[in-house]
């Protein structure tokens, strides 16, 4: 069977439209928070409790789909992974996230999904943590100052860290642009 150049054209461009049309209707694919990632020199397993960050949301809404955890190779324990709210302390979402399993992305981190997608206000803070185990996983603290942090997706900032056995969180002092874990989310823009 032949088929002139015009043909061709149309099949192209009505291949093009149906995928464009299915991308639309499914909603932008959902991105890392982190974009880059520095990890500090201490790596820990001597806590027992949440660990994480709390950010602010910048000037639009943004739809949450997963909660990620820096995977250290020698990480084979599940984490329950949660959003709470900063000023309620009201547990917005959680996810298990088991270590063991999948591969990390380019930056390091895994996820989970969360049952149904959340909606991080704009200018609202919140509190993204993972429930770490005495002498379990191990992840990225602090020593003097050098923490986890990396550079982020302008849809939010990293106010400090965070630790404790349920919110409200304590807050790890003047730790701005640093996370414990570190913790991650996918995000789609509203």
């Given at each position: 069977?032949?088929?002139?150049?015009?043909?061709?054209l149309t099949v192209l461009v009505?291949?093009?439209?149906?995928?464009?049309?299915?991308?639309?209707?499914?909603?932008?694919?959902?991105?890392?928070?982190?974009?880059?990632?520095?990890?500090?020199?201490?790596?820990?397993?001597?806590?027992?409790?949440?660990?994480?960050?709390?950010?602010?949301?910048?000037?639009?809404?943004?739809?949450?789909?997963?909660?990620?955890?820096?995977?250290?190779?020698?990480?084979?324990?599940?984490?329950?992974?949660?959003?709470?709210?900063?000023?309620?302390?009201?547990?917005?979402?959680?996810?298990?996230?088991?270590?063991?399993?999948g591969k990390a992305d380019s930056?390091?981190?895994?996820?989970?999904?969360?049952?149904?997608?959340?909606?991080?206000?704009?200018?609202?803070?919140?509190?993204?943590?993972?429930?770490?185990?005495?002498?379990?996983?191990?992840?990225?603290?602090?020593?003097?100052?050098?923490?986890?942090?990396?550079?982020?997706?302008?849809?939010?900032?990293?106010?400090?860290?965070?630790?404790?056995?349920?919110?409200?969180?304590?807050?790890?002092?003047?730790?701005?642009?640093?996370?414990?874990?570190?913790?991650?989310?996918?995000?789609?823009?509203?």
């Open positions: 069977m032949k088929m002139n150049g015009k043909r061709i009505v291949t093009i439209f149906i995928i464009s049309a299915s991308v639309f209707a499914w909603g932008a694919e959902a991105v890392s928070f982190f974009k880059t990632v520095s990890l500090g020199k201490e790596i820990r397993n001597d806590y027992a409790g949440f660990a994480g960050m709390k950010i602010k949301v910048g000037s639009k809404d943004i739809k949450v789909t997963e909660l990620g955890r820096y995977f250290e190779k020698t990480n084979t324990e599940s984490h329950e992974l949660q959003i709470v709210d900063h000023k309620t302390n009201q547990i917005l979402g959680s996810a298990t996230l088991d270590m063991s399993k930056l390091g981190f895994k996820y989970a999904p969360l049952k149904a997608p959340i909606t991080l206000k704009a200018n609202m803070e919140y509190d993204i943590v993972s429930n770490e185990k005495l002498n379990s996983d191990k992840w990225f603290g602090r020593t003097n100052g050098n923490m986890a942090k990396g550079t982020v997706a302008p849809v939010a900032q990293i106010l400090t860290q965070i630790y404790g056995g349920k919110p409200p969180f304590t807050q790890a002092g003047n730790t701005v642009n640093q996370t414990y874990g570190p913790v991650n989310f996918k995000y789609q823009a509203m």
